[in-house]
Structures are given as C-alpha cells and as structure tokens.
C-alpha cells in the first residue's frame, strides 16, 4: 500500500487562461493498495465506482506500464472542496497515477505522468501544478504537454475565499466568447510573460498591473454574484492581485501582508459565514509519498 499526498490547485492565474497554474498548501491524501476487487472510501457512494477519477487515473497508469489490474483498495481523504477552483478533480487524477507509479518500481518519469494526466483531463494548467509544485506554465501541442516550473517569491501571500456554493467547468466555459479581439489577446500574452518572472521575484507593483484579463474573467465573474464587492476588499486591504481561481466560485488574493487576510476574514465572516477564507502556503514540491 502506498500513501500519496497531492496539493490544491489555483489555475489560470489571472492573464493566464488555461496555461498557468500553482499548488496550494491545501491537500488530497489517498491511500491505495492492489486487490481483485474495487472499494473506495473517503467519497460520496455514488463515486466509489470503476468511474471514479483516482481509480481511472490509476488503472490507466498501470496500463501504461504493461500491468493488468482488477480492482484496488481506496482510501481518500481530501480537504479540497468539490468544484470551487480549487483542482479537486486535478489532486485525485494525480494521486492514481502517482500511486501506480510508486507501487510498481516508478517505471513512468514525471514528463510521462504528465502526458497520461493530460490525456485523461487535457488541461496542463490544472494537472502540472499539483503534480510538480510550485506554479508553472504550460501548453499542449499535437497531443504533448510542455511545461515549465517556476519558484514563487516567499513575500508573497496567497488567500483563498471559498463560497458555499459550486460552479462547474462546463458552466463557466460556456459564458466565454468563441472569437476575441487582436488587441486583448496582445494585453493578456504581454502580462502573462511578464508575470511569471515577478511572482518569482515577488515584485507586487508589477504584479499589480500584470495580473489583468481580458480573456475570461470578465465574462466568468457573472458566475459569482459577490466578486466585484470580495475584490474591492483585498484590494483596498492591500492585495496587489485578485481573481477567480480555475473556475470559481473561489476567489484568490495575492498580498504582501497578513492584513488582507484579516480583512477578508473579518468581511467574510460577518456577510457571508458559510464561506471560508484561508491563507494557504505555496506547495514547492507537489505530489508526494508520506
């Protein structure tokens, strides 16, 4: 048996639409070991099926590998809540492979799990992170991911504020226009390549200015009713950064300080505390073996 933890997810990353992503310190831990027969525990009933996401992910790596399974043991105990953003379905794709690989002498080199994550989910923003850590970038050609990784400066703070309601990828993709203009295309390419050298070396000013979109976000904060009055508090607390995480509904806050944190809390908490506001550290390493 095997023990695999894998971090949270926060895609798109303001400009960087389907192509950047960072692992959170906000974790999925699943337990696997091989057997005849399927059990999955940890989920919904309706999930501990041969469709569950960790079990797909795990029978397709063992494929990979020339190894037959019928079936495995499951245990899955993850604090990331479903659909908010925040890459559930990402973590436990990533812990079936990673688990496969770990029980069968780590045959599959991260570039190779990489390629089968991306086959299964096809979006290399959501599944590089929690598998390499850190943030990175990345795009599929022809069916490949490439991807690079990149360190994340330690002056920055990154707040998720969790809504007590879902949103599904399916729903946000379909309020985004099929055609955009040339020039927001040019606004949205310029910041992103300027963002990742200043997330490295934590330059909030540039963040500030490089975090813009005009791609997705405008049409996707439809989906979340509070995000205009939940962006003008981190800001006014001093985020130099605001957005919706993946697909929403969570909202991510980039800061200097602990006073955005406690700013968000404190709003929060008065108008609306079925949500919740963390402050989550930077995972560097991303999947791993406990």
């Not at 992910?57 to 079936?71: D, N, P, R």
Request: charge should be negative; proline fraction near 5%; charged fraction near 20%.
């Amino acid at each position: 048996m095997v023990t695999v933890r894998v971090p949270a997810t926060s895609a798109n990353m303001g400009p960087g639409f389907d192509s950047m992503g960072i692992a959170l310190g906000m974790y999925c831990t699943v337990s696997l070991e091989e057997a005849d027969d399927l059990e999955i525990t940890g989920c919904p009933s309706c999930y501990a099926t041969e469709h569950n996401l960790c079990y797909r992910a795990y029978v397709a790596a063992t494929e990979a590998m020339g190894i037959s399974v019928t079936g495995a043991h499951i245990r899955i105990d993850s604090e990331i809540p479903v659909a908010r953003g925040l890459g559930s379905s990402a973590a436990l794709l990533t812990a079936g492979v990673f688990a496969a690989n770990a029980l069968h002498g780590n045959r599959l080199s991260y570039p190779e799990m990489l390629e089968l994550l991306n086959r299964l989910e096809g979006h290399p923003d959501n599944l590089a992170p929690p598998l390499y850590g850190g943030m990175t970038a990345g795009f599929t050609e022809d069916g490949k991911a490439f991807v690079e990784n990149y360190s994340v400066s330690d002056a920055l703070r990154f707040t998720v504020v969790i809504p007590d309601y879902r949103i599904s990828t399916a729903q946000a993709r379909k309020l985004l226009p099929r055609t955009v203009a040339f020039s927001d295309a040019v606004y949205n390419l310029s910041r992103a390549a300027v963002l990742c050298k200043a997330i490295e070396r934590g330059n909030a000013e540039t963040i500030r200015r490089a975090w813009n979109d005009k791609l997705h976000q405008p049409y996707r904060k439809a989906l979340i009713p509070q995000y205009d009055e939940i962006g003008k508090v981190a800001f006014d607390a001093g985020a130099c950064a605001f957005c919706i995480s993946g697909s929403g509904s969570t909202m991510l806050a980039v800061s200097e300080e602990e006073t955005t944190f406690e700013a968000l809390n404190r709003f929060v908490s008065a108008r609306y505390p079925d949500w919740t506001v963390r402050t989550l550290p930077v995972d560097p390493a991303g999947a791993c073996i406990l």
